[in-house]
């Protein structure tokens, strides 16, 4: 009974997400991404993870999430990738509602890592090409995802390299460490050359700094070259990656407290400027 149950929410959570939106996602992002007056709770839940956030995310930036654990970074970018729908407020893509968007057609458009990442226990091939399914077969593009995630060392020292089954309890099957599994999750999200929306939720926390600043300078010039209007999300705790970013937004307890340049959030003294001192002090 209980599974039925289960199936049955399913189908009619399925059913009503078919019905939801229809619209085919923009080509481009002109103007950007507009959070406004953005609440959210967690379904079966009272409490607002998110409360009142107003946001503009500009086109072709690169913008950073700092905030400590629990302040709603993660969801936030949940909510963009339209994986639940805000309790109150409205999510702008290029001046379409969100809402209105035909789910599969926007996330067609979304590459990256989430910081709750699936370890997919295929053939390193197929657990890299699901990123994109249409090139699930294509060597040379699951080498070069692989590469752009900065996880050559990894593919090299796989006994079968693209060919080898992961996960111990399987035949022949190599067990990675969580930061391997990490890396591959990325490159995964490499698979799409062109997303228009680019999230990478903490993807490298088993990267040493040094590494992580490195990679997510990268990812930010690809992202400016670009006519598109790409934009790239980082959330990060290494204040030494965050403030490269062209934007930072700080989440407290629920709520955005500032956003704006390094620069800006410096000369301001405020939250941000406490929780960089504070980690700056713990380097030296
Ligand atoms: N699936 C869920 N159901 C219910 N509550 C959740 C769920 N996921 C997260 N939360 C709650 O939402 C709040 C915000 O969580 P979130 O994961 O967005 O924080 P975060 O800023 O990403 O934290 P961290 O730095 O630890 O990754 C937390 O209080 C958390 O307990
Ligand atoms: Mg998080």
Same mark, same amino acid.
């Given at each position: 009974m209980d599974g039925a149950q289960r199936l049955a929410w399913l189908e009619d959570y399925a059913a009503g997400e078919h019905e939801a939106g229809k619209l085919a996602a923009p080509e481009t992002l002109a103007d950007g991404i507009r959070v406004e007056g953005l609440s959210f709770a967690y379904p079966g839940s009272e409490k607002l993870v998110l409360d009142g956030i107003d946001l503009h995310f500009e086109p072709g930036s690169v913008v950073a999430i700092v905030g400590e654990n629990g302040a709603g970074k993660s969801t936030l970018v949940k909510l963009l990738a339209k994986l639940y729908a805000p309790s109150k407020g409205r999510i702008l893509v290029g001046g379409q509602d969100l809402r209105d968007l035909d789910s599969a057609s926007w996330r067609g458009k979304l590459s990256g890592a989430f910081q709750d990442f699936f370890k997919f226990e295929f053939k390193t091939q197929h657990a890299v090409g699901l990123g994109d399914l249409a090139k699930m077969d294509d060597r040379p593009a699951v080498e070069r995802a692989i590469n752009e995630a900065g996880a050559d060392d990894l593919l090299a020292r796989l006994p079968r390299g693209l060919d080898t089954q992961l996960g111990a309890a399987w035949p022949e099957g190599v067990e990675l460490s969580f930061g391997q599994w990490q890396k591959l999750a990325v490159a995964r999200g490499f698979m799409r050359p062109t997303p228009l929306l680019l999230i990478l939720d903490e993807p490298t926390a088993a990267l040493d700094a040094e590494t992580e600043s490195g990679l997510f300078e990268r #990812?930010?010039?690809?992202? &400016? %070259? /670009? /006519? =598109?209007? $790409?934009? *790239?999300? +980082?959330? @990060?705790? $290494?204040? @030494? *990656?965050? &403030?490269? !970013? =062209? %934007?930072?937004?700080? +989440? =407290?307890? @629920? $709520?955005?407290?500032?956003?704006? @340049?390094? !620069?800006? +959030?410096? !000369? %301001?003294?405020?939250? #941000?400027?406490? +929780? #960089? /001192?504070?980690? !700056? %002090?713990? #380097?030296?």
């Open positions: #990812y930010a010039q690809a992202a &400016r %070259k /670009r /006519r =598109d209007g $790409r934009i *790239t999300i +980082l959330i @990060s705790h $290494r204040f @030494s *990656t965050v &403030r490269i !970013a =062209d %934007k930072i937004v700080v +989440l =407290d307890g @629920s $709520r955005l407290v500032e956003t704006g @340049s390094h !620069a800006e +959030l410096m !000369a %301001k003294e405020g939250r #941000y400027a406490d +929780l #960089y /001192r504070i980690q !700056a %002090k713990g #380097y030296r």
